[in-house]
Each structure stands twice: as structure tokens, then as C-alpha cells.
């Protein structure tokens, strides 16, 4: 048996980083930047005010009371020559440009106005309510490394700085089957005796999406060598190619029968619980992702190798979901020759720290008990219980969706 961190390095080994091109801003989010990021200007470019008030001289309201004459107003958008002098004011609007001579601006609650004069309630310090330009971004600053994978704030981000069409690594484009005889497509109303619905295929599509693949839909293949060759063979042009099902000790595992003589493909047995059974390899072109058919092995070896391994071709520099340190509610009692994930949620907070409970039956097939955990609880090789209020590792891959776990659900 493989380790699940030997397994992966031959798998992300296998994978190289993909082209890249570049992309409307429109089109970013999800993407990986494939070049730094260097500002060409100052964000804000110029000194502006952060208040709707009045422009003025530190000076003159250095203590209170003192009435100012304006000389007119500014907006956003619009500049003037106009100088604040000594006793002087200008009504400015938030985001408008500073005045020359003017250092501070007094926020309008601040005041009282008649329209020509203008009476501060308050002693106002230097530099009050002024951006200085340059006060989010300086000119020729690195804004983003290489590598980063592009949120909508690094799209804002993007756009302040004026770089609409980002250098990104191209998307991999993915074939991806499920492989089963019992399986009918999830727009059956009946099944036939001994059929279930194909759950894989449309969690895969939608993981795939997520980890930001390009598709191509290869359908359900039933158990018969023939139709997963031609399968195959569609597939083969792509980046790679993802199955489920047929990679075990079935006597009509498919995969099996038709890559395990393929010297190109290797049948791993990982010491990982779920997902166990694992094939990996290269068929024409394309890398072969051979995943287990059990849904929850699905998911586990989903996020334990395919998205990682896509994230990588894509450039990303964080390709592992972060970890952290949980409480567990109950004792863990797992197989001590595997690291186990188990499928948790958040209930609450015990002292400040994460405290989970599982969310259901972890059975390979018990799909519904994954899709209410927030994260596996990563349960080492070598350890066969964790007893309640013991430290867990979790890894998120979702958070919870609402603020009730902070007090317990
Ligand atoms: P296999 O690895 O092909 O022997 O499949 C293992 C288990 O997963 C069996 O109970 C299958 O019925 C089930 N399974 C395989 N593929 C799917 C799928 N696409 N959707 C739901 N269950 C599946
Ligand atoms: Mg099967």
C-alpha cells in the first residue's frame, strides 16, 4: 500500500504547470495569475478627501470655533485651481481631490454653514479624512504574485489598477465518465431492478467546475471493455481524463479488465480511509484519474489528488486546503493502518477552538452525511481512537453556512 503523501507526490510529479493566456477581467475569477502583478500607478492617484465636508488648513482648527470663508465646492470627479489660503475652505465630497493648500478636511457633522461662512464645532487633527494617494497601492509595487488564484477582491483589485485583461495559466481540460451497468442517469423516474442513480458524474462535473476545469462530458459507460475503450479514446486529446468506478477486486470491475494490463497505468492500493483502490496512469495524451466508485471515495480521492493535481497545472502556488486544530465531541475510533477522513461538522466552539461530531454514517456510499460536514477529520496512520475532547486535525472544504455554530448548533 501506498501513503497518502507518497501517492500524491507521484501524482502531482506527473502533472506539469499548463500554458497560459490572457483573459478579460470579465472572465477572471477562478483563475491563476501567471505573471506578478507590478502597479503602474498610485491607488488612489491623488490625495482625495474620505468625508463629505470642508477642505481647510490644519492651522485654522487647530482649536475650536473657528469660522472659515468658503470659496465654493468641489465634487468627485472634478478639479479646481483654487487655493485654500488662511481662514479659508473649500465644501469638497468624498472621493473629490484635494484643493491645493488644503491639508484636512472636517467632516459636515462637524459644522455649521450658512453657505458662504463656515463655523467648526470641534478641534480637528492634521491630515484628518485625507487619502493620501498611493494609500492602497504605491506605483511599482508587486500587488500580486504568480501563482495567486483570483477572488472577486483581486478582481476589484485588478481593475483599480487598470490591467484588464490578466496573464492567467489556461484551464485543463477534463474527460470525465462513470463507469457502472446499475447505473441510469439522474432523469430516470424508474429504476430498473438492481439500478441507482449516477450520483458521481454530476458531483464530479460540479467539483471539476470548482477546481476550475474545462469539461468534456464522456456520459455513464456500462461495464463493457469495448464501450470503455471508445470511452477512452474520446477522452484521450484532454488534459485528463477522470473515471469512477471498476478500479477494485470486482469480477466486473471494467477499468480493471481493460487498463491493468496497460503498462502506462498503475492499480494503487492507498492506506487511506475512504478511497482505498486508486488508478493512475497516462492513456494516449491524457492522465488517467481511475476513481473508486463509491461516492464518498469520490469526493475523498477528488480532494486528496484531482484537485490538487489541477490546481497545480493551473500555476497555483496553494494547492492543499488549509488545516487546522479541532476538538472532537466523541471518541474517533478509525483503522490505525490508514489515515482516515472522517466526514465532520463544526457544532460549536470549545474554547475558542473548533469542536466537530460526525455528520452522519461514514459508510463509503452515505453520500447525504458528506454533504452536511464542513470538513474531514484526518485521523493519522497509526492511531486507532481519539477519545472525546481529544485534538483532531480537520481540513475544511467548506465553511459553515451560518453564524449559529459559534454558540453550538
Ligand atoms: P465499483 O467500484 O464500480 O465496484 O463501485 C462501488 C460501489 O459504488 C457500488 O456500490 C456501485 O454501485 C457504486 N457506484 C459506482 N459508480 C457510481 C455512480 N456513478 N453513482 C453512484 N454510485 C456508484
Ligand atoms: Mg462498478
Known amino acids: 500500500m501506498k501513503t497518502l503523501e507518497s501517492a ?4 502531482l510529479a506527473a502533472v506539469g504547470v499548463l500554458e497560459s493566456e490572457s483573459v478579460s477581467i470579465g472572465e477572471a475569477r477562478g483563475r491563476v495569475l501567471a505573471s506578478d502583478v507590478i502597479a503602474g500607478e498610485d491607488v488612489p492617484p491623488f490625495p482625495n478627501s474620505a468625508m463629505d465636508g470642508f477642505a481647510v488648513r490644519a492651522v485654522d482648527v487647530a482649536s475650536p470655533g473657528a469660522t472659515l470663508e468658503v470659496l465654493g465646492d ?22 473629490a481631490p484635494m484643493p491645493k493648500g488644503a491639508d484636512t478636511v472636517v467632516k459636515v457633522e462637524d459644522t455649521i454653514t450658512d453657505g458662504s461662512k463656515v463655523e467648526i464645532g ?27 488564484r483570483l477572488t472577486p477582491m483581486h478582481i476589484g483589485v485588478l481593475a483599480t489598477i487598470g490591467v484588464a485583461n490578466p ?10 465518465m462513470s463507469t457502472g451497468d446499475e447505473l441510469a442517469p439522474v432523469e430516470t423516474t424508474h429504476l430498473g431492478p438492481g439500478g441507482i442513480r449516477d450520483s458521481n458524474r454530476p458531483m464530479l462535473k460540479a467539483l471539476l467546475e470548482e477546481a476550475g476545469a474545462e469539461l468534456i462530458d464522456l456520459g455513464i459507460v456500462s461495464d463493457d471493455p469495448d464501450l470503455l475503450r471508445s470511452a477512452l479514446d474520446r477522452g484521450s486529446r484532454s488534459d485528463l481524463i477522470v473515471s469512477t468506478g471498476g478500479v477494485s477486486m470486482g469480477d466486473y470491475d471494467v477499468t480493471k479488465l481493460v487498463l491493468e494490463g496497460d503498462a502506462g497505468v498503475g492499480f494503487w492500493k492507498i492506506a487511506i480511509q475512504p478511497a482505498k483502490p486508486f488508478a493512475f496512469g497516462r492513456v494516449g495524451d491524457a492522465v488517467f484519474f481511475g476513481l473508486p466508485g463509491n461516492p464518498v471515495s469520490v469526493l475523498v480521492s477528488f480532494e486528496q489528488f484531482l484537485r490538487p493535481a489541477l490546481l497545480r497545472m493551473q500555476g497555483a502556488r496553494a494547492i492543499l486546503r488549509p488545516q487546522m486544530v479541532a476538538v472532537t465531541a466523541e471518541d474517533l475510533d478509525t483503522d490505525p493502518e490508514k489515515t482516515v477522513f472522517v466526514r465532520v461538522v463544526v457544532e460549536g466552539l ?7 461530531k460526525k455528520s452522519g454514517g461514514q459508510s463509503s456510499n452515505v453520500l447525504s452525511a458528506a454533504a452536511a460536514a464542513d470538513a474531514f477529520a484526518v485521523v493519522p496512520r497509526g492511531v486507532a481512537t481519539i477519545e472525546r475532547g481529544g485534538p483532531v486535525t480537520i481540513e475544511m472544504f467548506k465553511w459553515p453556512e451560518t453564524r449559529e455554530w459559534l454558540d453550538g448548533r
Not at 465634487?75 to 485651481?81: I, L
Not at 487633527?125 to 495567486?148: C, H, M, N, W, Y
Not at 496573464?167 to 470525465?176: I, Q
Request: proline fraction near 6%; charge should be neutral; avoid cysteine.
Open 167 to 176: 496573464e492567467v495559466f489556461r484551464r485543463p481540460r477534463v474527460a470525465y
Open 74 to 95: 468641489l465634487q468627485a470627479g472634478s478639479t479646481t485651481e483654487v487655493v485654500v489660503g488662511t481662514g479659508e475652505a473649500i465644501k469638497i465630497m468624498t472621493g
Open 8 to 11: 500524491r507526490s507521484e501524482v
Open 122 to 148: 470641534i478641534a480637528v487633527e492634521p491630515g484628518t479624512s485625507v487619502r493620501p494617494a498611493g494609500g492602497d497601492v504605491i506605483r511599482d509595487q508587486l500587488v500580486f504574485e504568480k501563482g495567486t
Open 350 to 356: 470549545a474554547e475558542g477552538v473548533p469542536k466537530v
